[in-house]
């Protein structure tokens, strides 16, 4: 009887733990390796030897942004993600495979929303963020 009891007890105790990780930011590592990807992105993007893979990776950004926003993470003075798009198929449409390039004015718009959402997932909980990217994952697999 003892036995069941303890069990129950560290199953217990290990959700609890499991469940405040899920209440702190993501851990630094992880936020850094994130955040380099998209910063080179845009690099690729800035200096006109950007992928079609760079264009979906911060149009990807700027949806999770939107929705970290939605859930109050973030504040109002990123752009509409129309405004994203709209950029991203200019973008597109001027260049080709492995040199799509942004202008400055372009640049400049990314450049402010990456690192709005650097700030995000400083602070955004990890439950938050893996319920948003489940959600851009199912998103990506209908389209």
Same mark, same amino acid.
């Given at each position: 009887?003892?036995?069941?009891?303890? +069990? %129950?007890?560290?199953q217990?105790?290990?959700?609890? %733990?499991a469940?405040?990780? *899920?209440?702190?930011p993501l851990?630094?590592?992880i936020?850094?390796?994130?955040?380099?990807?998209?910063?080179?992105?845009l *690099?690729?993007? #800035?200096?006109? &030897?950007?992928?079609l893979?760079?264009? %979906?990776?911060?149009? #990807?950004?700027?949806?999770?942004a &939107?929705?970290? #926003?939605?859930?109050?993470?973030?504040?109002?003075?990123?752009?509409?993600?129309?405004?994203?798009e709209?950029?991203?198929?200019?973008?597109?449409?001027?260049?080709h495979e492995?040199?799509?390039v942004?202008?400055?004015?372009?640049?400049?718009?990314?450049?402010a929303?990456?690192?709005?959402?650097?700030a +995000?997932? *400083?602070t955004?909980?990890?439950?938050?963020?893996?319920?948003? &990217? +489940?959600?851009?994952?199912r998103?990506? &697999?209908?389209?």
């Amino acid at each position: 009887m003892m036995k069941g009891w303890a +069990q %129950r007890l560290d199953q217990s105790r290990a959700r609890s %733990r499991a469940g405040k990780t *899920e209440l702190l930011p993501l851990p630094k590592p992880i936020r850094d390796a994130l955040s380099l990807e998209y910063h080179l992105q845009l *690099e690729a993007l #800035r200096v006109g &030897a950007g992928s079609l893979t760079a264009l %979906r990776i911060l149009l #990807r950004v700027a949806m999770a942004a &939107a929705m970290l #926003r939605e859930r109050g993470y973030g504040n109002e003075h990123t752009q509409a993600f129309d405004e994203y798009e709209r950029i991203a198929s200019d973008a597109y449409a001027l260049g080709h495979e492995g040199s799509y390039v942004f202008d400055m004015p372009a640049f400049r718009t990314f450049a402010a929303l990456v690192t709005h959402h650097d700030a +995000q997932l *400083e602070t955004a909980p990890v439950r938050v963020i893996d319920m948003i &990217a +489940q959600r851009l994952e199912r998103q990506g &697999a209908a389209s």
